[in-house]
């Protein structure tokens, strides 16, 4: 079945340690987008790719970093520059500018 | 800059009753809107979307929702909720460009009361 997977789903890190999610999908969608869900906030966009080897800083991109060097892959860095790294992320992909979003199951980041 | 606003936070409903969760957009051009949930331990996925055309839309389990272009709103309703609806739900606008970024409001948290 095609999907988004998401990796790890619960992720430990001491504060001041750079961490890498993982996200892969097998959609053959050419747009990906990283989100951050806080409790009363909704989701907040960090990133996204339109194409390989192309992104733009979303609305929270600061202390993030991405890469998009294959279509299937969009790996998302949380680097010790974040303030609140704690959160819940979720990558989403999408076909096309006005199709919806296909979500992962989304990586719960603690740190401590 | 665009927005969504969804008013209601938190709702309980018992079984049978009639929801309707409110969603508000900042935007005057065109849009193409959606909503889309968040049960529990699982993945956000797709309810129902606008694009363009009949402005009531139907989606999957029951849901409705209204496209209201003169008020903003693309409000979501379902006649009765089962206690399976609860969850939490998402309004989202894609508020043209080319670059496909949805705007999320802040979610509204369904509890359904058996």
């Known amino acids: 079945d095609g999907g988004i997977t998401q990796s790890p789903k619960y992720l430990f890190r001491k504060e001041g340690q750079n961490v890498t999610l993982s996200c892969e999908q097998n959609l053959n969608h050419d747009a990906m987008y990283w989100y951050r869900q806080d409790p009363g906030q909704g989701l907040r966009l960090i990133y996204y790719?339109?194409?390989?080897?192309?992104?733009q800083k979303g609305d929270i991109a600061e202390g993030y970093s991405v890469s998009r060097e294959k279509k299937e892959s969009f790996p998302l860095t949380v680097t010790s520059a974040q303030k609140n790294p704690t959160a819940f992320y979720l990558c989403?992909?999408?076909?096309?500018?006005?199709?919806?979003?296909?979500f992962g199951s989304g990586t719960r980041l603690t740190v401590v | 800059a665009q927005s969504v606003s969804q008013h209601n936070h938190h709702v309980i409903l018992s079984e049978a009753a009639s929801l309707e969760l409110g969603c508000n957009y900042s935007?005057?051009?065109?849009?193409?809107l959606f909503w889309y949930v968040q049960y529990p331990g699982q993945h956000l996925q797709l309810l129902l979307k606008?694009?363009?055309?009949?402005?009531l839309v139907k989606g999957i389990k029951g849901f409705e929702a209204e496209f209201i272009k003169s008020k903003f709103s693309f409000n979501l309703r379902k006649p009765s909720v089962q206690w399976s609806d609860t969850a939490e739900y998402f309004c989202a606008v894609n508020a043209g460009g080319n670059t496909g970024k949805l705007i999320f409001g802040q979610g509204t948290t369904l509890q359904v009361k058996p």
């Open positions: 606008y694009f363009s055309g009949d402005p």
């Open positions: 989403a992909s999408s076909m096309g500018t006005d199709a919806g979003y296909t």
């Open positions: 790719s339109q194409i390989v080897n192309d992104f």
């Open positions: 935007y005057g051009g065109t849009v193409n």
